[in-house]
């Protein structure tokens, strides 16, 4: 069974930065699995925000969140990150850390088999 979850969310103002976390049981991370995360705004549906692939060597980011976010995996510490910089009030939502072993796109939500619980990022204008 994998397991994530998430942790950093929080509180900040519009051009501040955050750093979310997403622990995963250890199988998640013996590159067996590529992973990503999405976010869900109150009444809208959960979007694509950013996937790393297996090994790490590969990312990929919305058009909405490229140049401001990074994702990032430490496969020896079973953790993966995303580094949110020069956060907007359009990026208030709850995020999601999932991943998944399939074989279809990293950028699609139906990819993933495993959510974590989310996490709160609320950003002040």
């Known amino acids: 069974q994998v397991q994530l979850v998430e942790s950093g969310g929080g509180l900040v103002q519009a051009g501040d930065s955050l750093r979310l976390s997403c622990a995963a049981s250890a199988r998640t991370f013996d590159g067996s699995y590529y992973m990503g995360w999405f976010r869900q705004a109150p009444g809208k549906e959960r979007e694509f925000v950013a996937g790393?692939?297996?090994?790490?060597?590969?990312?990929f980011y919305s058009d909405l969140v490229k140049g401001r976010f990074t994702i990032s995996r430490d496969n020896a510490k079973s953790t993966g990150y995303l580094q949110m910089n020069s956060l907007k009030p359009e990026d208030t939502a709850v995020y999601y850390c999932a991943a998944g072993d399939r074989a279809g796109s990293i950028l699609v939500r139906g990819s993933y088999d495993y959510w974590g619980q989310g996490t709160q990022v609320t950003v002040s204008s």
């Open positions: 790393i692939s297996r090994g790490g060597s590969s990312t």
